[in-house]
């Protein structure tokens, strides 16, 4: 059975130089004996842990490499791309840090084990897919974690889901948005069977109808959609046929960049086209779209609408030969409440003082930063009421964060969180990306949709939030 929790504690008489030959079925019969960074090697016998090139990234950064300095540590793992993700992970990681200069969880540390699923033949020849399962499992067998925080697409969350539910770990997503995942962990969510996947993030369905109004708004009926092939493109497209009732012949989709050119070319012979709706999880494949479209003469006078993955400053980066065609570009992505916008302010400080960058040039990064501390409290909520630190003892915390005194997400207020907790008490959280209200049925959050141009900088472009549909904002021309 695996510990609670880790620690890295190693055994009186050994260190991770000097382990006395032990035999063993399961690294964690090791870990129990030896203290963390420990497994089971395929001699049957207790050795050091193997870490994967693709796992080697850890908060704190000598977790593997000095386990004795870390006498007591609660580890989480996560699963993003390490380079287009890399805003997001920072953020978690600025969560965990805050939590630890805050005395950590009731006095223990808390660390990340973080591992890259992007395909880069640096690691291997792997799929994004088949890394981040593989991945999962080294974290759940050999590291032990209880809970991870990514991934950050839809249809990851889909290739990983078997491993995790598996291995009984809590799964937070601060931008899986499918509506696909909505049950993915059971109809409804009730205090014993709280269901092991949460996110931070609303599900497809409001972006969908976010994305309609705005269309509607300004007058455009002849729509073409181009979608990525996966939960996430399948979805939102799905969800976007059916509402504005767009032909078979106008929905397009795509599997690789030789499909993605073919639909581009293809969009460009609909005749009378008004605009084009383009869907992927994988922001390279957004600028690419964006690159094509702008060198094809048929798509000079068309509107173009992203979804919400565009809603970052890579994205406009890769697109340099679309700069043109900038003004025509408007998109949706879910974004703070307005209610919230104090707890927001505190999170894009700190992340520029620690990173010297500014937070919002991606989408997600303060829904990354309530993800990292919602494990945090769901890991308090286990500790002290549900005899230790499971996966589906996190879960069971989460029940108990959406009523009871107003709870700013902030580093101040985390004793006040374990204190509640220790109590059995509930709090009602306020983070960074909003209001945090999980329905009790449901489990699922909502925020709402903003509308998004580019505009001109001094020194390039950035995506604007202009307006908050359903809220008394007019369509923008």
Known sequence: MRSSFLVLAVASGCSLGNIPQSPCTTSAECRDAFGFAMQCGSEGYCEA???????TRTYPTDL???PEEHADVVVFGTLFDHESDIDNLQSIELAFQQANTEGGLDGLEVGLVSCDYQELTDYDNDPSGVAADTA?????????????????????VLDVWGTAEASGLFVISPSATSNALVTIDGEVSTDDEPGLFWRTAPPDADQAAAIVADIQGRGNTNVAVISQVGAYGDGLASLLQVSMGIPGDRMFTFENSNQLTGAIADVAAVAGLQEVVFISSEGGDVSSFLNGAAVVAAYDTVAIFLSDTARAQSVLQGASVAQGTFTRVRGTSPIPDPATSDVETRFYLAYSQEY????????YNAFSYDAAWLSLYGAA???????GITGLGIAKGLRHVTAGPAT????????????????????????????????PSSGETSNPIAVWQVRATNDGFENVALCYPGQGCSPIP
Request: charged letters at 25%; one cysteine or more; glycine letters at 12%.
């Open 356 to 363: 010297g960058q500014d937070a919002n040039e991606d989408g």
């Open 49 to 55: 842990l193997d870490v994967p090139d693709r796992c």
């Open 381 to 387: 909520w286990a500790r002290s009421q549900e005899g």
């Open 64 to 66: 593997f490499t000095r």
């Open 408 to 439: 700013d997400i902030r580093s101040e207020t985390w004793e006040d969180v374990q204190a509640a907790f220790a109590n059995g008490d509930p709090i009602d959280v306020r983070g960074a990306s909003g209001e945090l209200q999980f329905d």
């Open 136 to 156: 999962l499992g080294w974290l759940a067998d050999d590291v032990g974690v209880q809970g991870v925080l990514g991934p950050a697409a839809s249809q990851l």
